[in-house]
């Protein structure tokens, strides 16, 4: 299946997210097998079954295929009750040592799902006050015994509990161009502090980002993998459920005064047609004007994440040398941020700088990972 019939795959897509009954005809055998290893590859395996169970019984998969994609999903639904229980876990032991914090993406936008558990979930991510971080290191490392990484990190340190990992962040998020960075710190980070918001996980209620902070930071993370390391269907299906579940929730008058702050409206606009034209979000959901530019480059933008996969994971390196694959893999995140300059000139630009100083980074962890082996 070439790149200009994957409009099937959308339409199985589509149906799953409920924006479309059945598909336009029945598929062969060798286009179910694509779409399968295509939704893999997108890391939304489980949400395209429940489009497959929407189906009449003369669209469905060939039986073998379809008993295989109902025994994967089954793990994927397996560990988001892991992770659920995780979160819930979490928000009760920071409860009871008065640490702030607030989860985010993950299980917490799992929640606005029709059913979380097919979403294919990564590890757990929770902003830290930063009043309380010093607590909460100490908290980890000293009451729970965790071995904490990269406490050095600009924004985030890891640790793993009960085989769950997790990201505990004291920044969100960061950009490239200075004056962006200071418009996150001095304006909408205060303003996401003081709209608390909960969503419910495992029948408990999880403190999140509110939807107008939620629409904007999930559309965020998504163009910085995109012009760093590429970008997959997942990130945007849980954009797409904001919008459609919050929809009456979402400022869009602040939504619009921060994207100008951050130099990302046409970024906004331009990867929204992922929603409208690719997944069948209804347009009047969106919160602004989709162009006919916009639609104009579609196809390379799709065609950048069918060759890069999830996170830029798909993508194959030509050496394992480490100092080698550093420079390979800098010189790959550069030319993604020159391919997708257009959206946002200022921060794709400035990207490209800011890898110099994080490559040796890089490189330390990799020269770490090393030694320990």
Request: charge should be negative; aromatic fraction near 12%.
């Amino acid at each position: 299946m070439e790149i200009g019939e994957t409009h099937l795959f959308f339409e199985l897509l589509q149906i799953a997210l409920g924006n479309r009954e059945c598909l336009s005809r029945s598929l062969s055998e060798e286009e179910w097998e694509y779409i399968y290893n295509l939704s893999k590859e997108q890391a939304i395996f489980g949400l395209m079954l429940k489009g497959i169970q929407h189906l009449p019984q003369s669209q469905l998969p060939p039986k073998l295929l379809l008993l295989q994609w109902v025994g994967e999903t089954n793990l994927i639904q397996q560990h988001n009750e892991m992770m659920d229980r995780a979160v819930v876990e979490l928000c009760r032991m920071m409860e009871e040592e008065c640490i702030r914090i607030f989860v985010f993406k993950g299980q917490s936008v799992g929640a606005l799902y029709d059913d979380p558990s097919l979403r294919q979930s990564g590890d757990i991510d929770f902003y830290c006050h930063n009043e309380d971080w010093v607590k909460a290191v100490h908290y980890f490392k000293e009451k729970k015994g965790l071995q904490l990484n990269d406490l050095n990190s600009q924004k985030d340190v890891c640790f793993t509990l009960n085989d769950v990992i997790y990201e505990m962040h004291n920044q969100i998020t960061v950009f490239s161009y200075p004056s962006h960075s200071r418009y996150w710190k001095r304006t909408v980070m205060p303003e996401i502090i003081a709209h608390p918001y909960s969503v419910k996980v495992g029948g408990a209620d999880v403190p999140t980002l509110a939807p107008t902070y939620n629409a904007l930071f999930i559309f965020i993370h998504i163009f910085q993998h995109l012009i760093a390391d590429g970008i997959a269907l997942r990130q945007f299906c849980d954009w797409a459920q904001v919008l459609a579940t919050q929809h009456d929730e979402i400022d869009v008058d602040i939504l619009g005064r921060h994207l100008k702050g951050l130099g990302l409206p046409e970024a906004y606009s331009g990867l929204g047609a992922v929603l409208t034209e690719k997944l069948g979000l209804a347009p009047e959901l969106f919160p602004f004007e989709i162009s006919d530019k916009d639609r104009e480059r579609l196809p390379a933008l799709w065609q950048n994440m069918l060759e890069r996969g999830n996170f830029g994971r798909k993508v194959s390196y030509k050496t394992k040398n480490m100092y080698a694959h550093g420079l390979e893999h800098l010189w790959r995140m550069s030319k993604q941020a020159r391919e997708f300059y257009h959206y946002a000139p200022a921060e794709a630009w400035w990207h490209i700088p800011s890898m110099f100083s994080w490559w040796p980074i890089k490189i330390g962890r990799m020269l770490k990972k090393s030694i320990s082996k």
